[in-house]
């Protein structure tokens, strides 16, 4: 008889970089540092680098859905999160997969931008994503940017951050996270993520590392996220661990390419399932 702890395991439903830094690649190699088994669903081909993105081969839709059924019927996911959702037809074909499965630890990285400002998502599909995949999240991380996409407003003051933190939850999800590294905080040496529950807003402050290397940054903090809740962990633990892990990750980059290079994805002391 096998009375094992069942493995944690997690899925990414992501695009493909090939040079390894973002998306499906970023993510397997977080889950890997965690010490959870990671699957991906691919829903386009990627062709970037640190300096840009030259080209997007999306996916068709029912293959990506027919993926999502590969992994979910045979060794199932203890939490799932998205990243690159290339359109509204692909969303709307995941969010009917998922709708077969129990999803209770569902990240969305709601990825609307590269890292050097090359569009990763047609505008259209937005809507589709907050209709169909965010009252199904645990927790959704929009950068500042996006989160004005998504709430229609800027975000100047603090005042604005919770004002759209409250927006975005009432969208939905559980949990928000409103990430600061594009925020006024920058220039002073500091990044503040911003946690939104529904009662309560955390601020997470961190460090702002001087490097460029900054690459699949949001990829490897949502991944991060959906390992600690596939390992057990409280969401609001979730999130502070992977902030910790995201800081690390930056701090220590292996400094590689001509751009915006990749963070060092497995730090050591990461992934002991006994912590």
Same mark, same amino acid.
């Given at each position: 008889?096998?009375?094992?702890?069942?493995?944690?395991?997690?899925?990414?439903?992501?695009?493909?970089?090939?040079?390894?830094?973002? @998306?499906?690649?970023?993510?397997?190699?977080?889950?890997?540092?965690?010490?959870?088994?990671?699957?991906?669903?691919?829903?386009?081909?990627?062709?970037?680098?640190?300096?840009?993105?030259?080209?997007?081969?999306?996916?068709?839709?029912?293959?990506?859905?027919?993926?999502?059924?590969?992994?979910?019927?045979?060794?199932?996911?203890?939490?799932?999160?998205?990243?690159?959702?290339?359109?509204?037809?692909?969303?709307?074909?995941?969010?009917?997969?998922?709708?077969?499965?129990?999803?209770?630890?569902?990240?969305?990285?709601?990825?609307?931008?590269?890292?050097?400002?090359?569009?990763?998502?047609?505008?259209?599909?937005?809507?589709?994503?907050?209709?169909?995949?965010?009252?199904?999240?645990?927790?959704?991380?929009?950068?500042?940017?996006?989160? +004005?996409?998504?709430?229609?407003?800027?975000?100047?003051?603090?005042?604005?951050?919770?004002?759209?933190? +409250?927006?975005?939850?009432?969208?939905?999800?559980?949990?928000?996270?409103?990430?600061? @590294?594009?925020?006024?905080?920058? +220039?002073?040496?500091?990044?503040?993520?911003?946690?939104?529950? @529904?009662?309560?807003?955390?601020?997470?402050? /961190?460090?702002?590392?001087?490097?460029?290397?900054?690459?699949?940054?949001?990829?490897?903090?949502?991944?991060?996220?959906?390992?600690?809740?596939?390992?057990?962990?409280?969401?609001?633990?979730?999130?502070?661990?992977?902030?910790? /892990?995201?800081? +690390?990750?930056?701090?220590?980059?292996?400094?590689?390419?001509?751009?915006?290079?990749?963070?060092?994805?497995?730090?050591? @002391?990461?992934?002991?399932?006994?912590?």
């Amino acid at each position: 008889m096998n009375d094992r702890v069942p493995y944690p395991t997690a899925l990414t439903i992501a695009g493909s970089d090939c040079s390894g830094g973002a @998306g499906i690649q970023a993510d397997l190699k977080t889950f890997e540092a965690f010490g959870v088994f990671g699957q991906s669903v691919i829903t386009a081909v990627v062709a970037e680098n640190t300096v840009g993105v030259e080209g997007v081969l999306p996916v068709t839709p029912d293959f990506v859905a027919s993926q999502i059924q590969c992994c979910l019927d045979d060794i199932g996911a203890m939490a799932i999160k998205t990243g690159m959702l290339v359109d509204a037809a692909t969303i709307n074909a995941i969010a009917e997969a998922l709708g077969h499965y129990e999803v209770t630890n569902l990240v969305i990285d709601p990825v609307m931008v590269a890292k050097g400002g090359d569009p990763l998502v047609a505008p259209e599909a937005v809507k589709v994503a907050v209709e169909k995949l965010f009252p199904l999240a645990k927790v959704v991380t929009p950068n500042m940017p996006e989160a +004005e996409v998504l709430v229609g407003f800027p975000l100047v003051s603090e005042k604005d951050i919770q004002k759209a933190a +409250e927006v975005i939850h009432a969208m939905g999800p559980e949990v928000v996270v409103i990430k600061g @590294g594009h925020g006024p905080y920058f +220039e002073q040496g500091i990044a503040v993520d911003r946690v939104w529950d @529904g009662n309560k807003l955390t601020a997470l402050i /961190y460090p702002r590392h001087p490097t460029k290397n900054t690459h699949g940054t949001g990829c490897t903090f949502s991944a991060a996220i959906a390992a600690n809740l596939a390992l057990g962990h409280p969401v609001l633990s979730a999130i502070e661990d992977a902030k910790k /892990y995201i800081s +690390e990750a930056i701090k220590n980059n292996p400094n590689l390419g001509n751009g915006h290079g990749p963070v060092l994805h497995r730090l050591q @002391g990461w992934g002991d399932l006994a912590r």
